[in-house]
């Protein structure tokens, strides 16, 4: 039987790519979906009084209850996930944590909100694997990766002993075949036959859910072979592919904006391409690669880049006057830095949105504004005649020297 999470329950509190390429989901969320191939349905208690009323009903008292944020290192983050063996106790944690900022390795010192907390019955494995199923470049296909070193940082145990790591291709339209699922199995060390079919079939079961659910990723980390001869999935991430949203509607609503960066959020209701960063010059750039090769220049010149802004090749002046109010909105940008090669993008369109954003935006910081291409003498003029104080320059180099000037 596959049984991945038994008896899973969840809790959440009614209430982070943004600009992203791929969508994640909450570990209950992920749940529920391996829940469609195999696994009784979740509860969704609302409130701490709820998780109470769940515990007292799980029929044990031994529970987990685990923090619901989309970053890894939950279990080594301050209140991330708790050993409970009472509802009084599920109640105080449920308290405590929903609502507050769970901080750990990913998240960075900001942290993230934790709107939801899911319970799950404990259970002592004897031994933990991992496993996922992932697009593989090498062999332009999906693949089951496998370890029996599971419990921890795949990338960890990859980097020590890649001899620890067994990939198995998985052909695209027949699935994984029944004999390589179990011969996979028995490579890991599964003891008898029971767990190795058990573990055989969820191979197979966990293919299935990311070819129809047009995932990027689905990963078990840990799954655990129990002392009697059971295999159980202890833990879920999914990511699913967003050029995929217009046939995944179910999964891509989904999405919690909570866990994103507000700007990005804001920025990708635009059709921006936007990546909030750490640094003090904003960025406004059109095409990927020029956006990474400016970042790069500013580095170069000891700058530090507040974001990464692509605003493409269709982007008109509203578009750019948008970009201004998401760049003006992070306190840490200290000056302004306009890089534009006109190819499909108008040079004039840009400088259109540039001086209106400046009039009507107040802008009072620095900005650096260098324009190439199609349009170009016309974007320049219409800049001079402004009258505004926008500094303009042809040589990306001294453009970009002199944005980390202006941003110190």
Known sequence: MYTPFRQARLLVQAGRAGQRRFLSLHEYQSVQLLNSVGLPAAYQPKTPEEAYSVAKNFGTDELVIKAQVLAGGRGKGKGGVHVVSSSGQVKEYASKMIGSKLITKQTGSAGRICNAVMLAERRDPAHEYYVAVLNDRVTQGPVLVTSNQGGMNIEEVAAKDPNAIITTPIDFDKGLDPAVGLDVAKRLGFKGETAQREAADIFASLYKLFREKDATQIEINPMAETADGHVLCMDAKLGFDDNAEFRQQDIFALRDISQEEPSEVEAQKANLNFIKLEGTIGCLVNGAGLAMATMDVLSLHGGNPANFLDVGGGATPETVKKAFEILLSDPKVKSIFINIFGGIMRCDYIAEGVIKATKELGLSIPLVVRLKGT??????????????????????????????????
């Open 375 to 408: 349009k170009e003498v016309e974007a320049k003029e219409m800049i001079k005649e402004s009258g505004l104080k926008i500094i303009p320059f042809d040589s990306l180099d001294e453009a970009a020297a002199k944005a980390v000037e202006l941003a110190v």
